[in-house]
């Protein structure tokens, strides 16, 4: 993983977020706002092509303590003091504007498919964070999902490339800012935060080959084997950098699904891996989401060492190769108003991180704890197109006492096609 940028945001996981595939039931499932449930399909042979994706932007204003991304750990993992900053962007949300191109084919009682999603952004060279972004400046273009998958609706699905991690992932796309904008919404970048590094670590997108489950009467479950990755130490127990060993990292995750007039889910996970000169990563995490009579109310939490606060491996480890402990919850509660569909949020979550064995504390101005609480009003104009407001309250803590805080009001719309 790069270093965080001179804003505080790691820019490498800002550019990062959700699958094509996934848009109708982030939706659907996270915030029940209206959405295009299939793009634009077409005949082809044995094959059936879908073109879809979505394209956002908001107007975001935020009033901080020090530069906006300060909430999420300064530079290098730091709170760091400073002056007041104002700041406005017009930039992607957490669900990054994207066009993905699939297509599917049943063969030799197999069903073959694959997926290419293309995540272009708004901002100029994703940089700016309240300065403004630079004349003659061009916008960011990522890859992040590239797979094969086949299998059949009796034993399952086996999943072959790159796409959204297992671990974390219900987390994500539960939670009602994956519409909007939540934390981040001043710094650079092609996309804001939302609620990762205050309530969840990232599930973040790997090279993975991975197995789904039938569902078998709401019970399913999710394993797979991914790309490792390097970890934020300085250096290991040999004096060298804690990199990932020679085995692979292991996601998984159980499910339980069910329908009704209170219909809802449950979900537990878990993440392991082992590095070279460093303690190992592992972690679990276990959630839920009840749906009754336009009411949605979503519970989840994360306990995991060596893990990190933001993505999978940041701030994980300490020098010599010690691992950081870290945690985190949030809740949240949704109400879609009869009739006009409006859903209206409030949801509150906090991720802690503390100091490995012989780290101190006195005067370590490395992230303790990142809180964040939002407020927001996500409106379908149409059945495509979504009007979102929100408000967002940030705190940052560091071991060492260290405080910054950020507010935002941010303002735009999404269109689903």
């Known amino acids: ?19 094509k595939i996934q848009y109708a039931v982030a939706a659907a499932l996270a915030l029940g706002a209206s959405a295009a449930q299939a ?16 394209v956002n932007a908001f107007a975001t204003w935020h009033d901080t303590d020090t530069a906006a991304a300060s909430v999420l750990g300064g530079t290098a993992g730091s709170v760091l003091p400073g002056a007041e900053d104002k700041a406005f962007n017009i930039n992607t949300g957490l669900l990054p504007s994207a066009i993905g191109i699939g297509g599917k084919s049943r063969q030799n009682d197999l069903d073959v498919a694959f997926q290419f999603t293309f995540f272009p952004g708004v901002s100029a060279d994703g940089i700016g964070g309240g300065a403004g972004d630079s004349a003659f400046g061009n916008n960011s273009l990522n890859i992040r999902q590239v797979y094969l998958t086949f299998g059949d609706k009796s034993w ?16 994500i796309l539960s939670d009602m800012t994956l519409l909007g904008v939540g934390a981040g ?14 309530g969840y670590v990232y599930a973040d997108w790997n090279a993975q080959i991975s197995y789904a489950s039938p569902n ?32 692979p990292q292991y996601q998984g995750k159980v499910s339980y699904e069910w329908a009704g007039d209170v219909s809802g889910k449950v979900w537990l996970g878990a993440i392991y891996q082992d590095y070279q000169n ?25 306990d995991g060492d060596a893990l990190g606060t933001t993505g999978i491996g940041s701030n994980a480890h300490f020098t010599g190769g010690k691992g950081r402990d870290s945690d985190g919850w949030y ?13 209206i949020g409030v949801a509150y979550g906090e991720s802690k991180l503390d100091t ?13 704890e990142n809180q964040n609480w939002t407020i927001g009003v996500y409106h379908p104009l149409t059945k495509s197109l979504n009007l979102v407001a929100e408000y967002n309250d940030n705190e940052s803590k560091a071991h060492s006492g260290l405080k910054n805080e950020s507010k935002g009001v941010s303002l735009g719309a999404i269109l689903f096609f």
């Open 1 to 19: 993983k790069p270093g965080l940028d001179a804003s505080g945001l790691d820019t490498k996981l800002k550019e990062k977020h959700m699958t």
């Open 185 to 198: 919404g001043a710094g650079s970048g092609n996309t804001t935060l939302g609620r990762i590094g205050t």
């Open 156 to 171: 399952g699905t086996v999943k072959v490339g790159r796409d959204l991690g297992i671990f974390g992932s219900d987390a």
């Open 331 to 343: 809740l949240q509660g949704t109400y879609k108003l009869p009739t006009i569909g409006t859903k």
């Open 356 to 368: 490995a064995s012989g780290e101190a504390s006195a005067g370590n101005n490395l992230v303790k």
């Open 278 to 302: 460093a303690d190992e990563t592992q972690a679990w995490d276990i959630g839920g989401k009840v749906s009754v009579a336009g009411f949605e109310a979503v519970a989840y939490y994360y």
């Open 39 to 54: 793009g634009i399909t077409i005949p082809a042979g044995d094959w059936t092509i879908d073109i879809g994706g979505n």
């Open 216 to 247: 078998w009467n709401g019970f399913s479950f999710n394993v797979g084997i991914f790309d490792p990755w390097n970890s934020t130490v300085s250096t290991g127990a040999t004096g060298l950098a804690a990199t990932a060993d020679s085995q």
